[in-house]
T-cell receptor, first 115, second 115 residues
Framework: AQSVAQPEDQVNVAEGNPLTVKCTYSVSGNPYLFWYVQYPNRGLQFLLKYITGDNLVKGSYGFEAEFNKSQTSFHLKKPSALVSDSALYFCAVRDMNTGFQKLVFGTGTRLLVSP | DGGITQSPKYLFRKEGQNVTLSCEQNLNHDAMYWYRQDPGQGLRLIYYSQIVNDFQKGDIAEGYSVSREKKESFPLTVTSAQKNPTAFYLC??????????????FGEGSRLTVL
């Protein structure tokens, strides 16, 4: 079955420093990968996706993600963190084995950016 | 502005009662989804619908029911058969015309608490 793993429950970073939120995937075939962000008691907001092409994907709010096929990873990055980036981040992969290609989510990583 | 509206945002229920969560979208999307979110478990798929008058069970459908009588509406009923209904419920939709690459758009969620 298609799956993603987010190995860190929480990531702490100081404002202004670069941040990385890790995600690894397990799929058969070509992966379709997504990152979402969730603020407290809110829905998920789409950040970026990798479908094909350039391994470095740029998304909303200055975030980017690097697709690495050999390491089966899709880490989320930002060069300079803001306190307002503090939120819950989810990695997801499209499960192509079902007829409607459902999205399978990781367990989430809480990002805490300190002033 | 187009989007997904979930109501109510907060709901309290006594054990043994059925409750219905509303989800309305004006994005003209064919596909709609219900996910359940519990701390540390990510999002789990309850039901999905790819077209009006058709819906399918997801990974955790027991104790839930849905209907899809209109394209823009996909209400979820949490029945008394659901053993542990306290959770955050998220509705989402997708433009199926984008094929495999389309991301999900989420509502703001409904938090259900069973007293």
């Amino acid at each position: 079955a298609q799956s993603v793993a987010q190995p860190e429950d929480q990531v702490n970073v100081a404002e202004g420093n670069p941040l990385t939120v890790k995600c690894t995937y397990s799929v058969s075939g070509n992966p379709y990968l997504f990152w979402y962000v969730q603020y407290p008691n809110r829905g998920l907001q789409f950040l970026l996706k990798y479908i094909t092409g350039d391994n470095l994907v740029k998304g909303s709010y200055g975030f980017e993600a690097e697709f690495n096929k050999s390491q089966t990873s899709f880490h989320l990055k930002k060069p300079s963190a803001l306190v307002s980036d503090s939120a819950l981040y989810f990695c997801a992969v499209r499960d192509m084995n079902t007829g409607f290609q459902k999205l399978v989510f990781g367990t989430g990583t809480r990002l805490l950016v300190s002033p | 502005d187009g989007g997904i509206t979930q109501s109510p945002k907060y709901l309290f229920r006594k054990e043994g009662q059925n409750v219905t969560l509303s989800c309305e979208q004006n994005l003209n999307h064919d596909a709609m989804y219900w996910y359940r979110q519990d701390p540390g478990q990510g999002l789990r798929l309850i039901y999905y619908s790819q077209i009006v008058n058709d819906f399918q069970k997801g990974d955790i459908a027991e104790g839930y029911s849905v209907s899809r009588e209109k394209k823009e509406s996909f209400p979820l009923t949490v029945t008394s058969a659901q053993k542990n209904p306290t959770a955050f419920y998220l509705c989402a939709s997708r433009n199926t015309g984008t094929g495999f690459s389309g991301e999900l758009f989420f509502g703001e969620g409904s938090r259900l608490t069973v007293l």
